[in-house]
């Protein structure tokens, strides 16, 4: 038997309200429990180096600017002031589609080339009293080192890492100087009066019967900063355990805004086993109507490892909106009596003793 058209239709018109209002409810009340956002950075150039002893390159090169990335990050209330978040980013290298490398056990490198959340990937919760968080993650040293505390960052012809970075040596080849995995983290909370801080520990995960190496890839760091007004500064200190020789990194950063210039000042240690290399850094990122310019002075003293060298940059960059931006670097860098080892953009190396290395580049960054 067919069912009464006439009643099905009455029925249909009476129900399709209640049906929508439940679904339009239901909806809602999962958009206001939880955020998901898709975001990403994508940053190319030319770029052309030059170093004594080995011509030069001229090369398509990722991240002169900004570090290209392809990421997932959302957060769910639970209520009473406490949210879940999560955040998995990726990079990218938009020159030739590759993605970056991870560690495992911050002592090894997998990944390379292929699409891995080596970036960021924690799972975390937050609250009036802080943030906890869990997995690949900064570590609070390189924070001091980032375009908030560096006039070029880590980016670029111009950036901290070529002579902020450590020296590997002696069998070591630490992989937490900006990454660690394996990590629990704590952040105190934003509302301190202008003190900030983070703390984590990260474990190598090696076997309890691995010998000498048992400790290898365990991690322990700290940061503590105070930003109010024109004034920003901290310091940040950080050790993984290797039995090769244990890395350390130490920094601290200070600057002040001084009408459009942010006057800068970063000093930074690396010790590897016995070994020890010591920066200090002077610059400023000057605001100019739409744009910015950069200028950095670095100088590295050595200890029982590499050479003494010396680095200078200077670099603008003009934002055409929220989103793009582009951007010109120039910078050299200087070894000092025979030196080899330091070069600009990791590129082609210095080869002829106490030799130098310039670099030039200009790109677009758009952000998503």
Do not use: C
């Not at 898709?38 to 002893?53: K, N």
């Not at 209330?77 to 056990?105: C, I, M, Q, R, Y």
């Amino acid at each position: 038997m067919k069912p009464n058209a006439t009643l099905t239709r009455v029925l249909q018109a009476r129900l399709h309200p209640v049906f929508a209002l439940a679904a339009l409810t239901t909806f809602t009340g999962l958009v206001q429990a939880q955020t998901v956002e898709v975001f990403g950075l994508l940053d190319l150039g030319y770029l052309h180096t030059s170093a004594s002893g080995s011509g030069s390159v001229s090369a398509l090169n990722p991240d002169g600017n900004t570090s290209s990335r392809l990421g997932f990050r959302g957060t769910e209330d639970l209520g009473g002031g406490l949210k879940a978040n999560f955040w998995l980013e990726a990079a990218v290298s938009p020159d030739n589609g590759t993605g970056g490398s991870t560690s495992t056990t911050n002592k090894d490198s997998v990944g390379g080339g292929g699409l891995t959340f080596g970036r960021r990937a924690t799972v975390g919760l937050l609250g009036s009293w802080g943030e906890v968080r869990f997995g690949r993650d900064y570590v609070p040293s390189f924070s001091n080192l980032t375009v908030a505390m560096h006039p070029f960052g880590t980016n670029g012809v111009g950036n901290a890492g070529q002579l902020f970075y450590q020296v590997n040596t002696g069998g070591t080849t630490a992989r937490t100087n900006v990454r660690a995995s394996n990590s629990i983290g704590y952040l105190l909370p934003s509302k301190l009066g202008g003190v900030y801080g983070q703390l984590m520990y990260a474990m190598g995960e090696q076997a309890s019967n691995a010998g000498a190496t048992v400790d290898d890839g365990n991690y322990l760091g700290a940061r503590i900063g105070y930003a109010a007004g024109p004034l920003n500064l901290a310091f940040a200190s950080g050790t993984t355990k290797y039995a090769t020789g244990d890395f350390t990194q130490t920094n601290f950063a200070i600057n002040y805004l001084v009408g459009p210039a942010k006057l800068m000042y970063l000093w930074g240690k690396n010790e590897v086993g016995v070994t020890k290399t010591t920066s200090n850094m002077v610059g400023t990122q000057w605001k100019v109507g739409k744009g910015e310019v950069r200028f950095a002075y670095t100088t590295l003293k050595a200890d029982a490892v590499a050479n003494d060298a010396s680095q200078w940059a200077v670099g603008y960059v003009h934002n055409l909106s929220k989103r793009t931006a582009l951007y010109t670097n120039y910078s050299q860098v200087s070894n000092d009596g025979t030196g080899t080892k330091f070069t600009v953009g990791g590129g082609n190396a210095v080869t002829a003793p106490g030799g130098s290395s310039t670099g030039y580049e200009f790109g677009m960054r758009h952000s998503f």
